[in-house]
C-alpha cells in the first residue's frame, strides 16, 4: 500500500535513520544497511554517478518530503501588472468641476431662467398689448463625500524600500484609481436611490426619459441593417425634433449615440448598401439626420458620434433584462456630475506601526437637467 506520495511506507528507512543521527551518519547508515559488506561511497556521491538512483540523498529528500528545489529558476524583470480599464467617464457625462472644495453635501444650486409671453395684434389704442416676463428658479443638487484609505505597515515599507519597489506610490495610485471607478459607477449605475446614465426612470412624467422598444433584437443573422439603421436615424430624429428649446442655433454639437459591446460591434462589421460597400456605423456618419441638421452655410457638418458603454449591456446592468441604445447630447446643459474634489491624497498619517494615506473626492450623482433630450431605445 503506497502513501500519498506514490510510496511505500518501508522506503522511508532513510527518514527514520536521519532522526537518530546526524545527515552523513544517516547516509552511510542506511547504505550499509542496504547493501550489507559493500564500501559506503563519498557523501557528495549521493549527488552523481556511482550510487544506485534509489539511494541518492537528493531524490530521496525530495520524494519522501514531496518537494523538489530547482535552483536553476529565471525571474523576468518586468512584473506582469494586472490592468484595469480607465477613466472613461468624462467620455459620457459632463463633469462641472467649477465647485469650490467646501460646498457641503447640500449640494449646489442651479439658477433657471425662463421667459413667458409672445405678442400679438393689438388694437388702436395699444393698451391690450400681453405683457413679457421673466421668471427665476433655483433647483439644488446634492454632493457626497467619499473615502479610499491606502495602509501599509512600516515594515512593508523598510521592505519595500531594501527592494527598490515604489510600495508607498502604487498604493495611493491604488486608492485613487479605485476612488474613479467609484465615480464612474455612480454616474452610469447610480446608487442609493439615485439613478445613473444608462438606468434612469421613464415614463409620461416630465422629469423622465423618453424610452420605446426596438421594432426587432438586433443581432447578427436576424436583423437587417437596413433594420439597424433605420432604428438609430429614428431616434436621433426624435432629438432634433422634440427639443425645440435646446436645439436650433444654441447647441449644435455633442449628439452621441451611446452603445453596449455586442450592438456596437454590430455597427462596424455588418454592411449596408446595395454593393455592401460600407459598414452601418460607416454609412451613418457620411449620412444621417444629426449632420444634415446642423450643416451651416459653409457647407460644415456636426457628425454624429458612437460611444461603446459596457454597462448599457445586460450582463452588466442588474436594472436592464436587455441591451440598451441611448441617443443624447453631451452637454452641460442637458446633464452633468458636480465635482467639487477630484480623487487627491488628503493626509498621510503615522499611526506608529501603520502609515495611512486617505484619499478623498467628493461629487454629485448624475444631474439630468432635461431628460425629455435623453431617449432609450430598449430591447436591441
Known sequence: MADIFGKRPDDYAYIRHLHKRSEWDAYQAHYATENPGSTPKHDFDAFGAGVPDE??????????LGYLTNNLLAVQAQVDEILYTKFRLPS?????????????????QIRIKDRTGKARRITSDGWDAPSATVSRDAVNHPLFW?????????????????GGVPLDTENIDAAVEGSLEKMEEVGLLGEHGWK????LASGSQADRVNASNAAAKWDATNTTAEMIRDDIANEVSKVIENSKEVLGTKITSGLCVYLSGPRYDLLTYKYIGDNQERTIMRALKEDNPWSHFTENETGTRQPLMFKRVLELAAANNPDLSNDRMITMLKHERIAEMGVAIMPRVLEIINEGRVVRAQVESKYSPLFVKRPKTIYYLNNI
Not at 539511494?55 to 519522501?64: E, I, L, M, S, V
Not at 484609505?149 to 524600500?161: C, F, K, Q, T, Y
Not at 445613473?196 to 438606468?199: D, P, S, V
Open 196 to 199: 445613473g446614465l444608462t438606468n
Open 55 to 64: 539511494y541518492k540523498r537528493a531524490q530521496g529528500n525530495a520524494q519522501a
Open 146 to 162: 467619499y473615502g479610499l484609505d491606502a495602509i501599509w505597515s512600516v515594515d512593508e515599507l523598510r521592505g519595500a524600500m531594501m
Open 92 to 108: 459620457f457625462v459632463h463633469l462641472n468641476m467649477s465647485l469650490p472644495e467646501g460646498t457641503t453635501q447640500e449640494g449646489y
